[in-house]
C-alpha cells in the first residue's frame, strides 16, 4: 500500500538512502531537515525527479518548530525521526545544542504523532550502551553512562531519553513506535566532517596523508553498509509486531580501529601512515571515554524480520572511495 513517510533529517546521510528506497516502492516521501549537518545534494536527484509530480516535498526547517512539524506529520501515514546532533566532535563541541535538538526534536514529534496517531521510528544508537562490557549488546541488556561532567555522554543519554519517551507513548496510549539502534553504519555520501572515522581514514589514505587513530586502535567496532541498514529500516517498519519494540541494527563483523585503518591503507593502495593520537590531543583537557568493544546482538531484528547484513568490509570501503 502507497504510503506517506515523514523522514525528519531525511538530508542527511542515512535518511537520503532511505527516501531513494520508499520512492523505490513507490511511496510519497516528505523531508524535513534543517541542513544542519545534512545536505540538499544528497537529496537533489529526487526533488527534482519527483517534486513535480507530489512524490517528493522538501521543506528545510527545523524539528523543533512544532507548528512546522505538526503539518507534515498530519499529512504523513508514518514517519522516520532521523532529526539529530550527530558526530563526536559536533557533540563535544556544541552540547546544548546536541541535547536540545535530540530531546526537544524528539519530544515534539512524538507529541505530533500522538496528536494523530501515526506510526514513529525512532532513531537510537549503539552509544546507549554506554560503557557496558557486556557484549553481544541485547537490547534488554543494562546500560553504563559514564559521569555527566563528560559531555560525550550527553548524546547516549539524550538518546536514551528520547526512546523512554516513545516506550512510554506506546505504553500509555499505545501509540505504534518502533526503537531502532544503530551500531556504526558506513558508505556513501557520510561525511567525515563532524567525527567519523571510516571516511575520514578513506580521505586521508587517498591523499597518502597520515592516518590518525584515536587511543591505542584497540577498540573495536562494527561498520554496516548503509544499504543493509536501509534493508532493516524498510523490513522492520513493515512490521506491526515490531510495535513498542528496541531493536540493535549492526553488522557483527567486529573489527580494531587499527586493523581498519591498515585494511584501508591496502584496499586503497595508499602510501599513507597510521598514527596513534591520545585521546586527550584529539578531544581536549576534558576527558573522553571510549568503549573498547560495540558488538550487537542481531538476534531480535532477526528472528522478526529474517534481515543480516550482506556487504562486507571491502565492499563497504569501496563504496566509500568512489565517494569521498
Ligand atoms: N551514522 C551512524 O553510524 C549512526 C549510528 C547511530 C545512530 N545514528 C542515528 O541515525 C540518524 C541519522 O544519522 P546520519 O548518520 O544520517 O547523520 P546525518 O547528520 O547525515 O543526518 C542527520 C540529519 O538531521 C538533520 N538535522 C539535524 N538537526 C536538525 C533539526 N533540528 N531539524 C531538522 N533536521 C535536523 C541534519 O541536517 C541531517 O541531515 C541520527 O538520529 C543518528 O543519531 C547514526
Known amino acids: 500500500m502507497t504510503q506517506t513517510c515523514l523522514l525528519t533529517g531525511g538530508a542527511g546521510f542515512i535518511g537520503s538512502h532511505l527516501a531513494e528506497r520508499l520512492i523505490e516502492e513507490g511511496h ?4 524535513l531537515d534543517d541542513l544542519s549537518t545534512g545536505r540538499y545534494a544528497n537529496i537533489e536527484g529526487l526533488d527534482r525527479k519527483h517534486a513535480s509530480s507530489g512524490r517528493f516535498k522538501f521543506i528545510c526547517d527545523t524539528v523543533l518548530h512544532e507548528r512546522v512539524v505538526e503539518e507534515v506529520v498530519r499529512e504523513a501515514d508514518c514517519i522516520f525521526h532521523l532529526a539529530s546532533a550527530v558526530g563526536v566532535n559536533l557533540i563535544m563541541d556544541q552540547p546544548v545544542r546536541t541535547i536540545e535538538t535530540i530531546f526537544g526534536g524528539t519530544d515534539t514529534v512524538l507529541r505530533c504523532a500522538a496528536r494523530y496517531r501515526r ?8 552509544e546507549v550502551y554506554g560503557k557496558s562490557t557486556d557484549v553481544p549488546f541485547r537490547e534488554d541488556g543494562d546500560r553504563l ?5 563528560k559531555h560525550r555522554w550527553a548524546y547516549a543519554c539524550a538518546k536514551a531519553l528520547d526512546e523512554f519517551l516513545a516506550l512510554a507513548h506506546w505504553k500509555q496510549s499505545r501509540l505504534p513506535v518502533v526503537v531502532v539502534r ?5 558508505g556513501p555520501r557520510q561525511t567525515g566532517q563532524y567525527g567519523m572515522v571510516l571516511p575520514n581514514f578513506v580521505k586521508s589514505a587517498l591523499a597518502n596523508e597520515p592516518i590518525r587513530v584515536f587511543g591505542d586502535g584497540r577498540q573495536t567496532r562494527c561498520f554496516c553498509h548503509v544499504l543493509d541498514v536501509v534493508d532493516a529500516l524498510a523490513g522492520l517498519m513493515k512490521s506491526t509486531e515490531a510495535d513498542g519494540e528496541v531493536f540493535n541494527i549492526g553488522s557483527s563483523e567486529e573489527i580494531t580501529i587499527l586493523k581498519l585503518a591498515e585494511e584501508v591503507v591496502s584496499l586503497t593502495s595508499s602510501d599513507s601512515e597510521i598514527v596513534l593520537v591520545p585521546y586527550k590531543e584529539a578531544y ?5 571515554e571510549d568503549m573498547q568493544r560495540r558488538l550487537p546482538s542481531i538476534e531480535k531484528i532477526g528472528a522478526l524480520t529474517g534481515w543480516k547484513p550482506k556487504r562486507n568490509l571491502e565492499q563497504i570501503v569501496t563504496d566509500v572511495k568512489s565517494s569521498v
Not at 544503530?182 to 558506513?186: A, D, G, K, R, S
Open 28 to 31: 510519497r516521501v516528505i523531508v
Open 145 to 149: 553512562e559514564g559521569a555527566t561532567t
Open 119 to 126: 506510526r514513529t521510528m525512532i532513531f537510537s544508537t549503539s
Open 284 to 288: 581536549g583537557d576534558e576527558g573522553f
Open 182 to 186: 544503530l551500531f556504526n553504519t558506513v
